[in-house]
């Protein structure tokens, strides 16, 4: 039995991607989910395997990167001393650089819209701070700016936060991107060293 008890956004925050990407999987079936008083909650265990589904992936692109490049073949010559072949197999290589290059997408994807989101909460900020300056200090309106003042104060943490994880998902996706070059450099360094 499926317990639904993970919202969109919580699943969003777990899994390192958008909300549009969890209502693209709900839709193509990859995700169940149930309605109650018209907010999704998701399914724990689908959540969980595919939060374990990704950190394989992430994985196997970077095993396999290395192992790719680490392969080397012993080729007897002709005075007794081996000499070290190394065996690329180029399609390999492309096709896991696909895959890593696929991932580095989602990740652009996650903190375009995270970046969108902050300018969003900025801009809701600046509306709370003009409407708070211009409240006369009448009974009437205390309560009103005194909402207003714990909701900026909300939005702010909210943003702080957002862009703590931000700066954490930028770092995560420049050491990738590094791994990534070194790795072919490495790959292409080898392949020449072979021909």
Known sequence: MKHFTITRDKAAELLWISTRTIDRYIKSGKLWYKKVANKVFLAVEEVDALKSEFAVLHQEVSTEL???????????????????????????????????????????????????????????????????QSMIALPQYNEEKQAAIEEKKMLEEKLEMLKERLKEQETKTYVLVGFAVVLLAVTVFLWKMSS
């Open 66 to 132: 290395i192992s790719e490049a680490d392969s080397q073949t012993v080729v007897p010559v002709s005075n007794g001393a081996p000499a070290v072949k190394t065996s690329v197999d180029t399609a390999a290589i492309l096709d896991r650089m696909d895959k890593f290059s696929l991932m580095l997408v989602e990740k652009d994807k996650n903190i375009e819209e995270k970046s969108k989101l902050i300018r969003v909460m900025q801009a809701r900020i600046s509306e709370l701070e003009t409407k708070i």
